[in-house]
């Protein structure tokens, strides 16, 4: 037992390291495309992913952004951007007044162990983001068939 | 994928005026996230969900855009305010020519 996760830890660290590297840049990339020249600020948004899952192939992933959610004062919509997925945008999800609170969960798929954003847009045009670190043992997206 | 499949919705039948309520929405899919290559070096196409959107008595509430990042089977819960009785329709698009469409109705007192 021990030796096996030594091994699938081995395994996922071997196949990681150019991954994760290469793609991180990308997602800050991404992330300056929906900020634009706005300023971001560290807070507000509360995400949530296990901080260590066996297999990146179908993770919970939950999220919260604190706002009032009234009509001149809501969460328009918030991306959801992976530092080590070979595709940083992993979804984005519009809310609207009618939502009643800026709160969703959904599943996704983890290629590693990485750092995982969430940008929030609000109707004011502000943006603020939170983040959620998760080790993954066995990675997703790419495995052969 | 076929063109359509199977979906789930779960959300309350009752609900008081001005609740919040929670809504699961499932869809059957594959999400075959196109970085995949079969044993003989094929890539496997790209065929996912990309679309979700959810509308109360004819408008709009929610709408979701999906990626490869998100998992087969995908699952949304999100939530809406309880306004009025009637119908809410779901709906899932994707990659070729895939469409799916639920409803729920609600009894808003």
Known sequence: MYLSALGLLGLSSWMAPSLTMAKQPEAMEAIAKIVGSNTIRDSRVNLVIPPLVESGNLVVLKLSIESPMTANDYVKAVHVISEANPSPNMFTAYFTPRSGRAELTTRVRLADSQRVWAIAQMSDGSFYRGYADTLVTLSACTEMI | ?109
């Open chain 2, 1 to 109: 994928m076929s063109k359509t499949s199977r979906t789930g919705i779960t959300m309350p039948a009752q609900a008081k005026k001005g609740a919040i309520i929670e809504i699961r929405a499932i869809a059957q899919h594959d999400m075959e996230t196109g970085y995949r290559y079969t044993e003989d070096g094929k890539r496997i196409p790209r065929d996912i969900i990309q679309l979700f959107t959810c509308q109360y008595n004819g408008e709009e509430v929610f709408r979701a855009d999906f990626n490869p990042g998100i998992g087969a089977n995908p699952l949304i819960i999100f939530t809406t305010v309880a306004v009025a009785s009637g119908t809410l329709v779901f709906k899932w698009v994707g990659d070729g020519g895939y469409e799916a469409v639920n409803q729920a109705q609600i009894t808003v007192s």
